[in-house]
Protein backbone atom coordinates (compact mmCIF):
# COMPACT_ATOMS: atom_id res chain seq x y z
CA UNK A 1 0.00 0.00 0.00
CA UNK A 2 1.11 3.72 -0.35
CA UNK A 3 2.75 5.03 2.37
CA UNK A 4 4.18 8.74 3.06
CA UNK A 5 6.47 9.11 5.76
CA UNK A 6 7.49 12.66 7.04
CA UNK A 7 11.13 13.65 9.06
CA UNK A 8 12.66 16.68 9.52
CA UNK A 9 10.55 18.09 12.23
CA UNK A 10 12.00 20.52 15.07
CA UNK A 11 12.48 23.37 17.27
CA UNK A 12 13.84 26.49 15.50
CA UNK A 13 14.19 29.76 16.42
CA UNK A 14 12.93 32.39 14.20
CA UNK A 15 15.00 33.16 11.09
CA UNK A 16 16.26 29.67 10.97
CA UNK A 17 16.06 26.90 8.24
CA UNK A 18 14.70 23.27 8.68
CA UNK A 19 14.22 20.75 5.98
CA UNK A 20 11.44 18.53 5.70
CA UNK A 21 11.42 15.02 4.23
CA UNK A 22 8.70 13.50 2.49
CA UNK A 23 9.51 9.58 1.07
CA UNK A 24 7.21 7.59 -0.86
CA UNK A 25 6.39 3.94 -1.23
CA UNK A 26 4.28 1.46 -2.76
CA UNK A 27 3.37 3.40 -5.40
CA UNK A 28 3.74 4.58 -8.98
CA UNK A 29 4.30 8.41 -7.98
CA UNK A 30 4.87 9.58 -11.09
CA UNK A 31 1.22 10.07 -11.78
CA UNK A 32 0.59 11.81 -8.30
CA UNK A 33 0.83 15.33 -7.62
CA UNK A 34 2.26 15.88 -4.28
CA UNK A 35 1.74 18.43 -1.63
CA UNK A 36 2.62 19.59 2.11
CA UNK A 37 0.04 20.76 3.74
CA UNK A 38 0.27 22.35 7.38
CA UNK A 39 -2.31 22.20 10.38
CA UNK A 40 -1.65 24.89 12.99
CA UNK A 41 -3.62 24.95 16.46
CA UNK A 42 -6.84 25.70 16.22
CA UNK A 43 -6.61 25.59 12.30
CA UNK A 44 -7.91 23.71 9.54
CA UNK A 45 -5.12 21.79 7.48
CA UNK A 46 -4.03 24.09 4.35
CA UNK A 47 -1.80 23.83 2.07
CA UNK A 48 1.35 24.84 1.78
CA UNK A 49 3.35 24.12 -1.60
CA UNK A 50 2.86 21.39 -4.27
CA UNK A 51 4.73 19.85 -6.78
CA UNK A 52 4.40 17.61 -9.72
CA UNK A 53 6.67 14.53 -10.21
CA UNK A 54 7.12 14.84 -13.93
CA UNK A 55 7.77 18.55 -14.54
CA UNK A 56 8.64 19.22 -11.55
CA UNK A 57 6.36 22.62 -11.42
CA UNK A 58 6.17 23.82 -7.67
CA UNK A 59 3.42 25.83 -6.21
CA UNK A 60 3.28 28.22 -2.84
CA UNK A 61 0.79 30.30 -1.00
CA UNK A 62 1.52 33.60 -0.72
CA UNK A 63 2.47 33.18 3.10
CA UNK A 64 5.55 31.17 2.30
CA UNK A 65 6.48 32.08 -1.60
CA UNK A 66 10.38 33.09 -1.25
CA UNK A 67 11.08 31.10 1.84
CA UNK A 68 10.23 27.84 1.20
CA UNK A 69 10.99 25.83 -1.47
CA UNK A 70 9.41 22.23 -2.40
CA UNK A 71 11.30 20.07 -4.59
CA UNK A 72 11.70 16.28 -5.27
CA UNK A 73 13.95 13.87 -6.40
CA UNK A 74 12.01 10.91 -8.49
CA UNK A 75 14.93 7.84 -8.33
CA UNK A 76 15.02 8.20 -4.35
CA UNK A 77 10.55 8.85 -4.24
CA UNK A 78 11.07 11.64 -1.43
CA UNK A 79 9.55 14.98 -1.74
CA UNK A 80 11.69 17.85 -0.07
CA UNK A 81 10.05 21.05 1.51
CA UNK A 82 13.58 23.71 2.35
CA UNK A 83 11.64 26.31 4.81
CA UNK A 84 14.05 29.33 5.20
CA UNK A 85 13.27 32.68 7.10
CA UNK A 86 10.69 30.90 9.55
CA UNK A 87 8.44 32.56 11.88
CA UNK A 88 6.36 31.62 14.66
CA UNK A 89 3.40 31.68 12.41
CA UNK A 90 4.62 28.71 10.34
CA UNK A 91 4.28 26.51 13.71
CA UNK A 92 2.35 23.46 12.68
CA UNK A 93 2.26 20.40 12.06
CA UNK A 94 3.37 19.70 8.51
CA UNK A 95 1.82 16.10 6.48
CA UNK A 96 2.86 15.05 3.52
CA UNK A 97 0.22 14.33 0.92
CA UNK A 98 -0.08 12.70 -2.54
CA UNK A 99 -3.00 12.70 -4.70
CA UNK A 100 -4.46 11.37 -8.35
CA UNK A 101 -7.36 11.60 -10.71
CA UNK A 102 -9.49 9.08 -11.66
CA UNK A 103 -8.52 6.81 -13.94
CA UNK A 104 -10.54 4.28 -16.64
CA UNK A 105 -9.75 1.61 -14.42
CA UNK A 106 -9.33 2.58 -10.71
CA UNK A 107 -10.72 6.09 -8.66
CA UNK A 108 -9.02 9.01 -7.67
CA UNK A 109 -6.90 8.62 -4.77
CA UNK A 110 -5.61 10.41 -1.71
CA UNK A 111 -3.01 9.53 0.92
CA UNK A 112 -1.22 11.24 3.86
CA UNK A 113 1.93 10.45 5.90
CA UNK A 114 1.55 11.03 9.90
CA UNK A 115 2.75 14.28 9.90
CA UNK A 116 6.12 16.04 11.60
CA UNK A 117 5.81 18.78 14.15
CA UNK A 118 7.89 22.17 13.24
CA UNK A 119 8.05 24.77 16.22
CA UNK A 120 9.43 27.93 15.60
CA UNK A 121 10.13 30.39 18.94
CA UNK A 122 10.39 34.34 19.03
Known amino acids: QVQLVESGGGLVQAGGSLRLSCACS????????MGWFRRAPGKERDLVAA????????YYVDSVKGRFTISRDNDKNTVYLQMNSLKPEDTAVYYC???????????????WGQGTQVTVSS
Open 97 to 111: NAQRSASPFRPASQY
Open 26 to 33: GGTFSVYH
Open 51 to 58: ITWTDGKP
